[in-house]
């Protein structure tokens, strides 16, 4: 018992000290509204998280009517999991319920720029706030 307390009690300070301001999640500011037309169904988009290029996939529900302004969501994919698995699986069936949904690659996985392979949190994070500031600029999502 002492023993599995030390080891979470080191856990806990490694996980306190080990956070740098460089790391820490930064949400990117984008005050413009992104005013291009999508088609019904998947669409290739890219946008930027701290200076990478991210590659995304943005599901438009079939029913989707010019002007509307619809619910969405983002589907984080698991740590090393490109957008075309789990999370456009997720996206494609959200999508089918009526909403905007955006499936992505994290840095350094499958299309998106980055170190390859980089499974580091603070950056999936990052990643994550990025395509949500990306989604709700978009003119056809509602941002409430």
């Given at each position: 018992m002492v023993i599995l307390l030390s080891i979470l009690f080191g856990v806990l300070v490694l996980a306190?000290?080990?956070?740098?301001?460089?790391?820490?999640?930064?949400?990117?500011?984008?005050?413009?509204?992104?005013d291009q037309t999508f088609s019904q169904g998947v669409n290739r988009v890219e946008y930027e998280s701290q200076g990478k290029r991210?590659?995304?996939?943005?599901?438009?529900?079939?029913d989707y009517k010019d002007g509307e302004k619809r619910?969405?969501?983002?589907?984080?994919p698991p740590a090393t999991s490109l957008?075309?698995?789990a999370a456009g699986f997720y996206a494609e069936k959200f999508?089918?319920?009526?909403?905007?949904?955006?499936?992505?690659?994290?840095?350094?996985?499958?299309?998106?720029?980055g170190v390859e392979a980089d499974a580091n949190?603070?950056?999936?994070a990052n990643?994550?706030?990025?395509?949500?500031r990306f989604l709700i600029s978009l003119k056809q999502v509602d941002p409430d």
């Open positions: 306190i000290l080990g956070r740098t301001s460089i790391e820490k999640l930064k949400i990117p500011k984008n005050d413009n509204s992104i991210i590659i995304g996939n943005l599901y438009i529900p079939d619910p969405a969501i983002v589907v984080a957008k075309e698995h999508s089918k319920l009526g909403y905007i949904t955006l499936a992505f690659d994290t840095r350094g996985i499958g299309e998106s720029e949190p603070y950056h999936h990643d994550v706030a990025s395509s949500d």
